[in-house]
């Protein structure tokens, strides 16, 4: 096979790069050095050229990617077996529903994905109950978009009285938190941006769970024998990302009561979180930090992604990080 | 005014061509997965250099360059559980780094001159009638004006401009480099010296005036 003058100046480059004299490595080409030198100069010419991150930049973790490790880092497992099966099997009811699992009813509207965050962006409190039947989805979404968000899990009943505690990281339920629970202050009613006031309740409000136990699962000690254990709240929780924006038509009129979707993309998270375009078209989420393709769906037209594409292929995707809030991710709308 | 070659490869010698212990890389991912925030800093020291030059190639400003940067690690975090623990890690962080330009130059709505790649671009030879305008002289280096080095890399092919960033901001190896495009080894030869030539094609002519 013929050598080429790509695999010369490859092999050049590679012998110089590794420290060897140019003049040295060049010599060995005989007659055709001389034509690979302006090419092995300029290689190294850009290589020398290229700009050094600056120290601090390249000796300490940027904040953004501290806090995105600080929210997506999952802690170290729980190692007793005494407690892990029995806490997965309880993930596993959350998680999927079963046994009629519910978020407090006090929550406004089960069955919407869009949960409230307080405008603070304090951690809230959700409790989650058995034997009330609502939508599946709601815990998830909550744990979806306040990745920090504790929960407080009431598995008990009369005879196995609640309860424990738990807390979700990139929307993931987690168990960290065995201590036994203990009555903490819960952040003041939330409400949505712009919507109706929230009113998710202290879960140390909430009677005690009266579905059927949990077969098998371990309770830690309760705080009280009448109320399921409320929330420990994280000492310093991540933050959740807010991505805002509005969706407009062709000459950018604003168009409201237009649903607003969020597709994560990526590995951080998973799952769609919706909302509508308020009267001024404008449009607020509350996420956990990841990738997301913003589309809006208008009745008539069909959907549009971010920035102005029919084709979602063509969605330019929106990264956020955790407390990082973005703006004016609009969606012009595409006839 | 031309620099003497061997002092800039005495200088920048040993700089970008680090190549990670493979068995302690291993152990930072998997510490970085469970939650150590000293390994993941570990990581980051490690490849963060090499990010940031692949990008910095292709942008025109350091702050943008950071903020790519930043995006890339924040990709690590997410990605971390995925990725496979014993294979490297610089190609991954470089497919990241693409990907975070090319939105970035969408969410700009413009991305650098885009040039038609030809068909032989890559999977034929190189043209070695490139060469034949060669002064047989050089062998130090030019002294390039930074901006118009920036115009002329903006000239590039996107894939040319990978493949230089990734040899010579990243300090690729020219497998790392084909893993990380995925093509060939001898299809990154080829665009290499087509891409060298390209742009040495590009320095030599009088710059425009407006």
Known sequence: ?335 | LNVPLSSVLMTDRQAPREVPDDSSERRLIEGAREGDRAAFTQLYQRHVRRVYRFIRLQVPDDATAEDLTQDVFVGLVRGLPGIRAESPLAPWLMQVARNRLANHWRSLGRRPAEVALPDDDVDSGPDEALLTSAPPESLSLPEIDPARLGDAIAGLTDLQRDVLALRFGAGLSLAETAITVGRSVQAVKNVQFKALAALRRQLATPEARP
């Open chain 1, 1 to 335: 096979m013929t050598q080429t003058f790509a695999d010369t100046l490859a092999e050049t480059l590679d012998r110089v790069l590794e420290g060897e004299a140019p003049e040295t490595a060049l010599g060995r080409l005989g007659p055709d050095g001389p034509a690979i030198a302006p090419l092995l100069a300029l290689g190294l010419t850009l290589q020398a050229s290229c700009p050094e991150p600056k120290p601090a930049f390249a000796s300490a973790l940027p904040p953004a990617v501290a806090a995105a490790f600080d929210t997506s880092a999952a802690p170290a497992a729980p190692r007793s077996v005494r407690w892990t099966l029995p806490l997965l099997a309880l993930a596993g009811l959350i998680l999927l529903g079963l046994g009629g699992l519910a978020v407090a009813p006090h929550l406004p509207n089960p069955g919407q994905t869009d949960l409230p965050i307080p405008r603070d962006e304090r951690p809230v409190a959700f409790a989650v109950q058995k034997s009330t039947p609502i939508p599946r989805r709601t815990p998830l979404a909550a744990a979806i978009e306040a990745p920090s968000t504790p929960i407080a899990v009431a598995t008990g009943t009369p005879a196995l009285p609640p309860a424990r505690t738990s807390e979700t990281t990139g929307g993931r339920i987690l168990f960290a938190k065995m201590a036994p629970a203990t009555d903490t202050e819960v952040p003041p009613a939330p409400h949505l941006p712009g919507g109706p006031a929230a009113t998710a309740t202290p879960a140390s409000s909430l009677p005690a769970a009266t579905g059927p136990s949990l077969e098998g699962t371990e309770v830690a000690p309760t705080a009280t024998e009448e109320h399921a254990a409320p929330a420990t709240a994280s000492p310093s929780p991540p933050l959740p990302a807010t991505i805002r924006g509005r969706v407009v038509g062709l000459h950018d009129a604003p168009i409201a009561g237009i649903p607003v979707n969020l597709e994560a993309i990526g590995d951080a998270a998973s799952g769609q979180i919706s909302t509508v375009t308020d009267a001024h078209g404008a449009y607020v989420l509350r996420v956990a930090p990841g990738t997301y393709l913003v589309s809006a769906t208008h009745p008539d037209h069909g959907t549009t992604w971010h920035p102005a594409t029919r084709h979602r292929e063509e969605a330019v995707a929106v990264t956020v990080v955790a407390g990082e809030q973005r703006q004016d991710i609009n969606v012009t709308l595409q006839p």
